[in-house]
């Protein structure tokens, strides 16, 4: 098994001994992923005893052993669950342990009638990938070098009668351009009102002399994602443009200030929006401060003000209060940190300035 994933099954591991699982059957996509390195949409796998075996169909059965190394693969012949019950009575494994965020409610019937003795596996994967390890950061990092990179190119087209949906689609082609497989999301440029609403993708909208204009894009790499968000004017900044994003802009760096290893997300949630509370714009900014980033755009932990979750180091963190004000136009500014044990350590390099 390549490195990172021998050292990902081998803490999987010792965490399953301490809570007493035997066996995991692992089925989230990102999860098989993170484990063995198999990047097809069907798999499944059981970790027990000995080598995890991933349990695949034909369409993977070259791309599985290109993939992946020191992991027995088994092709189904017919469905998955049939597959791995053959494995258990192999192997004499009568109780299993499933992912409940991610096992579907047919599935586990089936797997119930088979008469397995089946009990929730708490998300153990998921706990794991939440600390990223070394190659993770460096594949999160590549992400984000393709992401800023794309937004400096792309800046000299943002000017007034650009139309919202030709920079998007620019953009996304720039970072496809430098590797990305795909794009992180759907692409938001939120020019003049638009901004007011924190998802409003692209519309045919075309920017105006003073306007400003909000840009969330990521790109990939590896699997990996990166998750970015600039506010910029287009011309001269008003008093009042400068004032909000001077504001979102103390919000974030208060947040990641507050973020240190032990830390409730709560609390780092509440330092970016007690700034913004301050100002008399609370009710302008109702979504959460941030989201971890990896496999996924958003994975655990939600920086919000209902998260029961702690800052770990190695998380990697996304930053992004915003003001909305309904028939304004909005402000958000969007990074990505990594935890330390020195605090949070900011990966995105591009300017903040408007
Ligand atoms: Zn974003
Ligand atoms: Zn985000």
Redesign the pocket.
């Known amino acids: 098994m390549r490195k990172p994933e021998r050292g990902r099954i081998i803490r999987l591991k010792r965490h399953m001994a301490e809570s007493g699982i035997e066996s995991l059957l692992v089925t989230e996509r990102e999860n098989v992923r993170y484990l063995t390195g198999f990047r097809g949409s069907a798999g499944i796998v059981l970790v027990a005893s000995g080598r995890p075996c991933l349990i695949t169909d034909f369409r993977y059965m070259i791309q599985a052993r290109r993939e992946t190394t020191g992991v027995a693969i088994l092709i189904q012949k017919t469905d998955w669950t049939a597959a791995l019950r053959e494995v258990l009575v192999r192997s004499n494994v009568r109780s299993l342990w499933y992912d409940e965020s991610s096992l579907p409610i047919d599935t586990y019937d089936k797997l119930k009638k088979a008469g397995l003795k089946l009990k929730k596996g708490g998300g153990l994967v998921a706990k794991l990938r939440r600390q990223k390890d070394v190659a993770e950061l460096a594949r999160i990092r590549k992400a984000i070098r393709r992401a800023e990179q794309s937004f400096l190119e792309l800046r000299r087209y943002i000017k007034p009668d650009a139309v919202e949906q030709e920079l998007g689609l620019r953009l996304e082609c720039l970072m496809r351009e430098k590797g990305s497989r795909r794009t992180?999301?759907d692409t938001?440029v939120a020019s003049g009102k638009n901004g007011a609403m924190p998802h409003a993708s692209v519309s045919t909208r075309r920017i105006k002399a003073g306007d400003l204009v909000t840009f969330?894009?990521?790109a990939e790499a590896d699997g990996y994602f990166s998750?970015?968000?600039r506010t910029v004017c287009v011309g001269k900044p008003s008093a009042k443009q400068r004032t909000i994003h001077g504001l979102v802009l103390k919000a974030q760096q208060a947040a990641i200030k507050a973020m240190y290893p032990g830390v409730p997300c709560k609390i780092v949630d509440d330092a970016a929006r007690s700034v913004i509370q301050e100002s008399g714009h609370g009710k302008h900014f109702g979504h959460a401060t941030g989201h971890g980033v990896g496999l996924l755009?958003h994975e655990a932990p939600a920086l919000s003000s209902h998260s029961n979750m702690t800052i770990e180091k190695g998380m990697v963190i996304?930053v992004?209060p915003g003001v909305y004000i309904p028939g304004w136009g909005g402000v958000?500014i969007?990074d990505m940190v990594v935890v330390t044990d020195k605090g949070a350590k900011v990966l995105t390099t591009l300017p903040r300035e408007l």
């Open positions: 992180a999301f938001i969330d894009f990521g998750d970015i968000t755009v996304t992004e958000r969007e």
